[in-house]
C-alpha cells in the first residue's frame, strides 16, 4: 500500500480526510501551519491533533512554526479577501512544504485536508497541491473532502470524540475579519 503523508490544518478536518483516504493508502499526518495567530491559538490545535491522535492511533508530525517568515511571506496582502491572494500564498507556503517533508521522509504522495471547508478553493487547493508535487517531485493526491457532507461529517465526528472546533480559518487577518463580522451583526 502507498504511504500517503497528509498536510493537516487541525484535528476536526482531518478527521475526514482520515476516514476518507485510509482505505487506499498508509496515512500519516503533518500539522503544518505557520500561519496561525496567536501562538497559543497554535497550541490549542496542535492539542487538539494529539487528543485525535491518541483516540483513532492516527501517527502525525508537527511541522515547524515561524509565524515571523509566514508575516513576511503575505506582507501587502493583509486587507485581501478570504480566498485572495494571501490565502494563495498561505496554502502554497503549507503545500510545498509538505511535498519537501513527504520527499525527505520517502512518501509515495501527499494529500490536504483544506479542501473540506466550505470557504476554501478546491480547484486552487488542488492546483497548488499539483505545482507542489511536480516541484519536489511527489505525488499529489486531489480531494474535495467537502463533497458527500464532507464538512457536515468531521462536525459530527468532531462532537463524537470532544475536539475543539475553532471559528476561524486561522491566521490573524482571518480572526480580524471575523470579529468585524460579528460586531457588525445586529443585536
Keep these: 500500500?502507498?504511504?500517503?503523508?497528509?498536510?493537516?490544518?487541525?484535528?476536526?478536518?482531518?478527521?475526514?480526510?482520515?476516514?476518507?483516504?485510509?482505505?487506499?493508502?498508509?496515512?500519516?499526518?503533518?500539522?503544518?501551519?505557520?500561519?496561525?495567530?496567536?501562538?497559543?491559538?497554535?497550541?490549542?490545535?496542535l492539542d487538539g491533533m494529539r487528543d485525535l491522535s491518541?483516540?483513532?492511533?492516527?501517527?502525525?508530525?508537527?511541522?515547524?512554526?515561524?509565524?515571523?517568515?509566514?508575516?513576511?511571506?503575505?506582507?501587502?496582502?493583509?486587507?485581501?479577501?478570504?480566498?485572495?491572494?494571501?490565502?494563495?500564498?498561505?496554502?502554497?507556503?503549507?503545500?510545498?512544504?509538505?511535498?519537501a517533508t513527504a520527499r525527505e521522509n520517502r512518501f509515495d504522495a501527499f494529500a490536504t485536508v483544506l479542501?473540506?471547508?466550505?470557504?476554501?478553493?478546491?480547484?486552487?487547493?488542488?492546483?497548488?497541491?499539483?505545482?507542489a508535487g511536480e516541484e519536489f517531485g511527489v505525488e499529489y493526491v486531489p480531494t474535495d473532502l467537502k463533497k458527500k457532507e464532507g464538512f457536515k461529517r468531521s462536525v459530527e465526528l468532531s462532537r463524537e470524540y470532544g475536539l475543539y472546533r475553532q471559528d476561524y480559518c486561522g491566521c490573524e487577518f482571518s480572526k480580524r475579519k471575523k470579529s468585524e463580522s460579528r460586531n457588525q451583526e445586529p443585536e
Design 54 to 99: 491518541n483516540l483513532v492511533q492516527f501517527p502525525f508530525t508537527e511541522g515547524e512554526y515561524d509565524i515571523n517568515a509566514w508575516f513576511q511571506a503575505v506582507r501587502g496582502q493583509e486587507n485581501e479577501p478570504e480566498k485572495g491572494l494571501r490565502c494563495e500564498i498561505c496554502i502554497g507556503r503549507r503545500l510545498r512544504s509538505t511535498a
Design 1 to 45: 500500500m502507498k504511504r500517503l503523508l497528509l498536510h493537516i490544518c487541525c484535528a476536526p478536518d482531518a478527521t475526514v480526510g482520515i476516514e476518507r483516504l485510509s482505505p487506499d493508502f498508509e496515512v500519516e499526518g503533518f500539522y503544518c501551519n505557520p500561519n496561525i495567530h496567536p501562538a497559543e491559538e497554535y497550541r490549542r490545535r
Design 115 to 131: 479542501t473540506i471547508s466550505p470557504k476554501k478553493d478546491a480547484a486552487l487547493i488542488n492546483r497548488l497541491g499539483t505545482l
